[in-house]
């Protein structure tokens, strides 16, 4: 069965960070894109980093570029995002998600940034 | 940055009859558009992909269609567990972006 898992999250201040990680099972994870979707409470989705497959590229949001790293580590079948200077903005349930189109989402971890 | 933009923002619908969601891009996505389902308190699923190709093990009431900027999503006959938010997601090109999401609501 394909798995996705995700962990890392909890409450922390603004201007702190956190590293969220995916546990990916059930697939060859070195042959998929990866992806970090994120939803604030109430609101919609959207998509934060991705990582691609070919040749490793990142891409990121406006929102996050330069704050977050996405990264992946194929021999733990592992996907990581590494957020740095949180803003209240960034609260939200982070999902890590299989290729493009999302073709499998985990169930989500949330991120709340607070005071 | 495509901006996707979905409407209606909600949508009534009485069980049994059907529904049609659009969603339109900035700029011509060609067919790489994407419709995900979210019910409350779980994951989005992906429903189509390629504009009109269904995901695995999603029944034939859900439909796609279009290309370019204007796309469409139609439930045939709805039934109570199509009661949900639907997305609608542009992966043509990075970032891929996804509409604000049309919430279809029991009538």
């Known amino acids: 069965e394909v798995q996705l898992v995700e962990s890392g999250g909890g409450l922390v201040q603004p201007g702190r960070s956190l590293r969220l990680a995916c546990a990916a099972s059930?697939?060859?994870?070195?042959?998929?894109?990866m992806n970090w979707v994120r939803q604030a409470p109430g609101k919609g989705l959207e998509w934060v980093a991705g990582v691609s497959v070919s040749d490793g590229s990142t891409y990121y949001a406006v929102s996050v570029k330069g704050r977050f790293t996405i990264s992946r580590d194929n021999s733990k079948n592992t996907l990581y995002l590494q957020m740095n200077s949180l803003r209240v903005e960034d609260t939200a349930l982070y999902y890590c998600?299989?290729?493009?189109?999302?073709?499998?989402w985990g169930q989500g971890t949330l991120v709340t940034v607070s005071s | 940055e495509k901006v996707m933009t979905q409407s209606p923002a909600t949508l009534s619908v009485s069980p049994g009859e059907g529904a049609t969601l659009s969603c339109r891009a900035s700029?011509?996505?060609?067919?790489?558009l994407a419709w995900y389902q979210q019910k409350p308190g779980q994951a989005p699923r992906l429903l189509i992909h390629t504009a009109s190709t269904r995901a695995t093990g999603i029944p034939v009431r859900f439909s796609g269609s279009g290309s370019g900027t204007k796309f469409t999503l139609t439930i045939s006959s709805l039934q109570s567990e199509d009661f949900a938010v639907y997305y609608c997601q542009q992966y043509n090109n990075w970032p891929p972006t996804f509409g604000q999401g049309t919430k279809v609501e029991i009538k």
């Open positions: 059930g697939f060859t994870f070195s042959t998929y894109a």
């Open positions: 700029q011509s996505v060609n067919n790489n």
């Open positions: 998600a299989r290729s493009l189109p999302l073709i499998t």
